[in-house]
């Protein structure tokens, strides 16, 4: 008897090809879902998308780019006709290109205007666009799940890091009444955040 299964369920992941998007990719991919592995690069996607077998899809996009992501949804909804699952995975990690610098930079008061924004736009507005743009055909058809990916960062931060109060955006984002159904407005599809802790490769 089978217990659980995704078996044609469209399962779309952000940041499909980072350490914890890649096993977010298998375990759908095992549960029997065709997954959607969508980041910043075209080939590491479509090749860590052959890799799990045959149904699965890699698309590059920007998930802070609106229109990248409007061209993804329309490849996805013509090839496999819905959207039944969203893991917002993508983010960035506070980094700094040059390690001399990265004490100085990371601290508060030094912390530089462009990372501040950029990691807002990826870590929180990512979100709301993803959710927005792959959440409308789920709210048309009146079934979806969405998953943003929080961190115990977001709640407990243990120091100054810009990286840590995005996360603590994204786990507010997380609102069950986010989107409605189109068909059955008093209803909402449903919005989860899944809590992880330290992880290194
Ligand atoms: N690694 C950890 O210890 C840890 C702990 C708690 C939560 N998390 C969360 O898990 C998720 C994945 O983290 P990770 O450790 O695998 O990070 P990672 O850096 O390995 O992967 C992140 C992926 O997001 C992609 N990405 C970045 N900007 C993008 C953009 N604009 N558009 C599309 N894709 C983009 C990157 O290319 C990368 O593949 C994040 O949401 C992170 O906050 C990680």
Redesign the pocket.
């Known amino acids: 008897m089978e217990l659980f299964s995704l078996k044609n369920r469209t399962a779309l992941v ?8 890649k096993k977010h990719c298998e375990a759908l991919a095992e549960a029997g879902a065709n997954v959607v592995l ?4 075209e080939k590491q996607c479509r090749e860590q998308a052959a890799a799990l077998g045959a149904g699965h899809m890699g698309i590059e ?4 780019r609106p229109e990248s992501l409007i061209a993804a949804r329309d490849k996805i909804v013509a090839h496999y006709r819905k959207i039944d699952i969203l893991v917002n ?5 506070d980094m700094f290109e040059n390690p001399l610098l990265a004490g100085k930079q990371s601290m508060f008061e030094h912390y530089p205007l462009e990372m501040w924004d950029r990691s807002w736009q ?2 929180v507005t ?1 979100v709301f666009l993803c959710s927005q743009i792959f959440g409308t055909p789920m709210s048309e058809q009146g079934s979806g799940s969405i998953i943003n ?5 977001g709640i407990v931060g243990p120091d100054q890091s810009i990286y840590i109060k995005t ?1 603590t955006g994204s786990i507010t984002f997380t609102n069950p009444r986010l989107i409605r159904q189109q068909k059955e407005p008093s209803s909402t599809l449903p919005v989860f955040w899944l809590l ?5 490769e």
């Open positions: 952000t940041g499909a090809c980072g350490l914890i998007g969508l980041d910043v690069n996009v920007d998930v802070t995975n993508a983010a960035i990690n990826v870590n990512g990916i929080a961190s115990t960062y996360k992880i802790g330290v992880i290194k």
